[in-house]
């Protein structure tokens, strides 16, 4: 067994090396998928944290509107004829 490693020493080497190169260059490449990945996972983070924060300002918007709407009905009990004023401005401002 000696004798054959002796003898095959320098092919012996080189297949390993070979073989240490065609691992690393596999690592290499399933290193630049996980990164790609990495990268799509952060970019959906992103988009649904400025999903969130839209739907925030959305609801935060409802609630004035709906604030506005009862405070305008209230309006049109006590003046009537103002608050048609008032709608008229509303509906005709751009």
């Known amino acids: 067994m000696i004798e054959f490693i002796n003898k095959y020493q320098k092919f012996i080497t ?3 090396a070979l073989s240490v190169l065609v ?3 596999f690592q290499e490449i399933e290193i630049k998928e996980l990164r790609a990945s990495l990268k799509k996972v952060a970019e959906t983070k992103n988009a649904i944290a400025k999903l969130d924060s839209t739907q925030r300002d959305l609801y935060q918007a409802t609630l ?3 604030k506005y709407d009862r405070a305008i009905d209230e309006f049109k009990q006590t003046n009537p004829t103002e608050a048609v004023e008032l709608e008229n401005k509303i509906h005709t401002i751009e």
């Open 64 to 66: 004035i509107i709906d």
């Open 23 to 25: 691992l690393c260059y």
């Open 14 to 16: 080189g297949a390993g």
